[in-house]
DNA sequence: TCCATAATTCCATGATTATCAAAATATGGA
DNA sequence: TCCATATTTTGATAATCATGGAATTATGGA
């Protein structure tokens, strides 16, 4: 993952709504939910959420589709992922102090 | 890690200038670099890189101590730990599909 | 003490971000 | 078509962030 990249997905979740929001989504899994139940579980006027919602869409680190007249969130587990090894694999390269516990397994 | 504190440490990440710096802290390893080193290396005068340095000190990414007239800064471990931490147990609550590949060994 | 080097702080400027009321858009039913 | 619901866009405002020249602080040597 380049360096800017890298900086705006960090930028998208450099706001506590945005990272609570994301939070709730992992581990409201694959079904996702409704925009209005995000903003109402956060306490967030609606514009304020949309607004935060698509930072994180930007950034590739939620996917949303219509349903009806609802439209659902959830999170997409590949940008997470690539952020994840971002961190691993560019920033802590082998370096022991850092990467100690975590072991990358051969087959994923 | 808590959630507003998370998010200040990802702000702290939100700018490729101070991405770089950490990446190039890491490679140096413990021995560090001098703050006018880091400068000089990004292209980046020495007020501006003052600026990022103490943003990322503030959020626990580097340390620095002064030596003769230098000062060096170096990769805070703890800090990228911490955070990688927030990332893996936090925001991926066991969903295979985003922690599959990495293991948390049971001895650190 | 005086000077050169190294880094930070001060300060002004421009740019970006966060907030949310009001208006606009989209959808499904009556 | 008309209405109610769900969400987004618009637009204005306030707050925060990034930049770098000039001044300041800190250190070591002559």
Redesign the pocket.
């Known amino acids: 993952m380049e360096v800017n990249i890298a900086a ?1 997905t960090f ?1 998208a979740l ?5 990272l609570t929001v994301l939070k709730e989504l992992v581990q409201a899994g694959p079904a996702g939910l ?4 995000i ?1 109402e579980r956060l306490s ?12 994180l869409s930007r950034a590739g680190l939620v996917q ?1 589709h ?8 959830a999170a997409d587990y590949g940008g997470l992922r690539e952020l994840i090894d971002f961190l691993l694999a560019d920033c802590c390269q082998g370096d022991r102090r850092l990467c100690g516990p975590y072991v990358i397994k051969e087959s994923a």
Not at 66 to 73: D, F, L, P, Q, T
């Open positions: 705006e930028a450099a706001q506590p709504s945005r409704r925009a209005g139940v903003a967030v006027p609606a514009p304020t959420m949309s607004f935060h919602l698509k930072e949303s219509r349903e009806g007249r609802s439209v659902i969130y």
